[in-house]
């Protein structure tokens, strides 16, 4: 689920793993600074492992020390907008784990007090941009929590949880925003952000309908705030919504929703807000999109892309140059370089191994 204030914001999206699925909210942010870290949640082996990215080709290299132990079952994974800091949802043990990343080699060590409660199945998490809160979707709502911008620690917001269907929760890079996507509901919930307290009430005409028995699982928003993107699981299609940046209203874009692969369960737009991608466990592809002035998707010339069986979880680094994806099966994390139309081709050396069941991951800039 991260950005830096006063600099653009990209947010992607991961969760549900004790269902299989994940939906990946991350911290990808353009903010000029090249990439410097990749953390992958490892559902099956309980851990993260923790990689220094070549920012001129993309390529992973093992962090000395990795993989680090994480609770049962990690889900989710996200950073602090300034790189310091990272969090991952473990959907089996009820519970957030917290590290504080080594500026010089990426190794990570639990923050003082973690884990810290999730609520029930936590499936997924994010940041927001200005770096002062984290949110996480559980059973019964999202828990919002301030952060401690010294070590890193969680402290729970009044008033959590806040009451909606979360399989997926990202906040909008204007910051005002938090988006949740219902998958049992098939709808999306949007709540406006208090920026003194973090803490959240349902925006008006909220929650938005995605469609009958679409189950929205991967939630996007464009760099600039103005469009909100849905990967719905049972149809093969994404909703394409446009935001009213007054009060968080959602209106479907022309010709919404738009033809998908099979299962897209998440969902990433790039840096620069030229392009939408969505990785569809059903098939093992990666499905491209040019975004259109008005919001709508164009398929991207030789979309959908052959990736791996497992796609549970797509990003792309802040550059623009890359996109990351996390497989499943057996775990690995594949590198896909972006071209100048938007098209994918993996990069030598890829895939590069995770541990047993990669879930999602998320690219950090240098603390």
Excluded at 66 to 82: D, E, K, L, R, V
């Amino acid at each position: 689920m991260a950005s830096v204030t006063a600099h653009k914001t990209l947010l992607c999206i991961s969760g549900l793993a004790a269902l299989g699925w994940v939906l990946a909210i991350g911290g990808c942010a353009s903010t000029g600074r090249m990439p410097a870290f990749l953390y992958a949640g490892n559902n099956g082996s309980n851990d993260v492992s923790a990689y220094t990215v070549m920012p001129s080709t993309g390529a992973l290299t093992a962090v000395t020390g990795s993989p680090y132990a994480a609770g049962t079952a990690p889900a989710a994974i996200a950073a602090a907008p300034n790189g310091k800091f990272v969090y991952v949802a473990n959907v089996g043990s009820n519970n957030i784990s917290a590290y504080e990343v080594n500026p010089a080699s990426g190794a990570l060590t639990p923050v003082t007090g973690s884990p810290f409660s999730g609520g029930a199945g936590p499936t997924s998490v994010t940041v927001d941009p200005a770096g002062h809160f984290a949110y996480v979707g559980a059973a019964g709502g999202v828990w919002g929590y301030r952060i401690d911008p010294s070590s890193g620690a969680l402290a729970l917001i009044a008033g959590s949880p806040f009451a909606t269907d979360a399989a997926a929760v990202a906040v909008d890079p204007s910051d005002k925003f938090l988006y949740a996507t219902g998958f049992n509901l098939n709808n999306m919930s949007v709540f406006t952000i208090n920026a003194s307290t973090g803490a959240l009430t349902l925006a008006s005409g909220s929650p938005f309908t995605t469609g009958v028995g679409k189950n929205p699982l991967g939630v996007a928003a464009d760099p600039k705030g103005g469009f909100v993107y849905v990967g719905n699981t049972l149809d093969g299609t994404i909703s394409a919504f446009q935001l009213n940046s007054a009060n968080g209203t959602l209106t479907p874009v022309t010709g919404s929703p738009f033809p998908t692969g099979v299962g897209p369960r998440s969902v990433c737009v790039d840096p620069h807000g030229k392009f939408l991608f969505a990785g569809t466990f059903g098939d093992g592809k990666v499905s491209a999109y040019t975004i259109g002035t008005s919001g709508g998707s164009t398929p991207v010339s030789g979309s959908p892309f052959a990736v791996g069986a497992g796609i549970l979880d797509v990003v792309v680094d802040p550059s623009g140059k890359f996109l990351y994806v996390a497989d499943n099966s057996p775990g690995s994390v594949r590198v896909l370089s972006v071209s100048a139309t938007g098209s994918l081709t993996p990069i030598s050396g890829s895939p590069f191994a995770a541990g047993t069941g990669t879930e999602a991951v998320v690219v950090t800039v240098k603390p």
